[in-house]
C-alpha cells in the first residue's frame, strides 16, 4: 500500500495487478477500499476487539451515493461510528486559518483526483467550486504529450519525475531540459528524448487553466464582504498538487490576488482531521454525515 506500492507500478509480472481504488475523489473499487482501511487501522494498532470512531476527508462534490460507498466501507473495515468531513474545511483546519471568524478563507485544495475551491467563513463554506482535475490527470497529460508527440510509451511514474523535474504552470528563471526514457511505439525499442519545461507546461495548460476557471468561479460567488476580506488574506493553496511550481504565481496573475502555498501542503488535510478529533465535541458541527456500526 502507498509508497510501496507505488515504487512497483509498471515493474510487476502479470500475476501482480497494481490498483488505485479512488480515482476522481470516488470509490473505484468498493473490495480494495476495505482492504486498504482496514491495512490502515492494523497500522494504528486497531484491532477486531478495540473499534475505533474514524473521521474521514472527502471531496465536497461528493454524491449521497459516494458518501453511503465510504461510510459502508469504513463499517466492513471495522470502525464503530464513521464521520465525514468536506476536505477544504479539513484543510483550513490543518492550515491553521481562523475558520470560526466572520473573514473570509479562500482555500484551494489541490488533490490527485479533485481540485476544490472553497470560501469559509463562521465555521462554514460560503463558495464551493469543485472540478475532478488533480494531480493523476496532470501526469496522465504528460504521458499522452510524449505518446503524441514523440511516439514514446512513459509510465505513470516517469509521467511523475517529469512533473516533479520541469513540470510548471508559469514561465520560471531557473529551467532546464530533462532526458527522457520510453519504449518506441514503432520500433518497440527503448529510446531517450530531451523534453523541455515549455513543452510539459504545453502539455499541463488544459488542466492547469480548469483549475484557474474554478478559483475565478468561487470567487464570483463570494459575497462582496468576504471577498474584501481576500484582498488582505489572499488564496491559501493546499494539496500534492498545489506543489507544482509557479502555480500559485499563475493564480496570483488570473486573480490579482495575493496566493500563499501552505506549510505542509500535502499533510495539511490530515492534520485538520487530526485537530477535529482532537476538538470532537467542539467541532463535530462541521461534519457531513455519519453512520453506526
Same mark, same amino acid.
Given at each position: ?66 458518501? #453511503? *460507498?465510504?461510510?459502508? =466501507?469504513?463499517? &466492513? /473495515?471495522? +470502525? ?6 468536506? @476536505? ?120 492547469? #487553466? *480548469?483549475?484557474?476557471? =474554478?478559483?475565478? &468561479? /468561487?470567487? +464570483? ?6 471577498? @474584501? ?65
Amino acid at each position: 500500500m502507498g509508497h510501496e506500492a507505488w515504487q512497483m507500478i509498471g515493474r510487476t509480472p502479470g500475476y501482480i495487478v497494481a490498483v488505485r481504488p479512488l480515482r476522481g475523489g470516488a470509490i473505484t473499487d468498493f473490495e480494495i477500499t476495505q482492504r486498504m482501511i482496514r491495512l490502515l487501522f492494523q497500522r494504528a494498532g486497531v484491532s477486531r476487539l478495540y473499534r475505533a470512531r474514524v473521521l474521514i476527508c472527502v471531496p465536497s462534490a461528493i454524491t449521497h451515493v459516494e458518501q #453511503r *460507498a465510504v461510510l459502508e =466501507a469504513a463499517r &466492513r /473495515a471495522g +470502525a464503530a461510528a464513521t464521520y465525514l468531513i468536506e @476536505q477544504p474545511m479539513a484543510a483550513a483546519i490543518g492550515a491553521g486559518l481562523p475558520i470560526h471568524e466572520p473573514l473570509g478563507n479562500l482555500v484551494v485544495d489541490v488533490g490527485g483526483g479533485t481540485t476544490e475551491v472553497a470560501v469559509i467563513s463562521l465555521g462554514g463554506i460560503v463558495a464551493l467550486e469543485a472540478v475532478r482535475v488533480g494531480s493523476f490527470d496532470i501526469d496522465a497529460a504528460i504521458q499522452s504529450y510524449v505518446r503524441r508527440e514523440y511516439g514514446i510509451a512513459i509510465g505513470e511514474r516517469t509521467a511523475e519525475e517529469i512533473k516533479l523535474a520541469i513540470g510548471s504552470a508559469f514561465p520560471l528563471e531557473d529551467e532546464f531540459k530533462a532526458e527522457v526514457r520510453g519504449r518506441d511505439l514503432m520500433t518497440g525499442l527503448p529510446k531517450t528524448i530531451i523534453l523541455s519545461p515549455d513543452e510539459v507546461r504545453d502539455a499541463v495548460e488544459e488542466h492547469v #487553466r *480548469a483549475i484557474c476557471d =474554478a478559483v475565478i &468561479r /468561487a470567487l +464570483a460567488q463570494t459575497p462582496p464582504e468576504l471577498a @474584501q476580506d481576500l484582498i488582505l488574506q489572499g488564496i491559501h493553496l493546499v494539496g500534492g498538487g498545489s506543489m507544482l511550481r509557479g502555480l500559485d504565481r499563475r493564480i496570483a496573475e488570473e486573480t490579482a490576488l495575493p496566493v500563499h502555498l501552505v506549510d505542509a501542503p500535502l499533510e495539511c488535510v490530515v492534520l485538520g482531521a487530526g485537530r477535529c478529533l482532537e476538538s470532537f465535541d467542539r467541532l463535530k458541527e462541521m461534519f457531513m454525515g455519519r453512520a453506526q456500526a
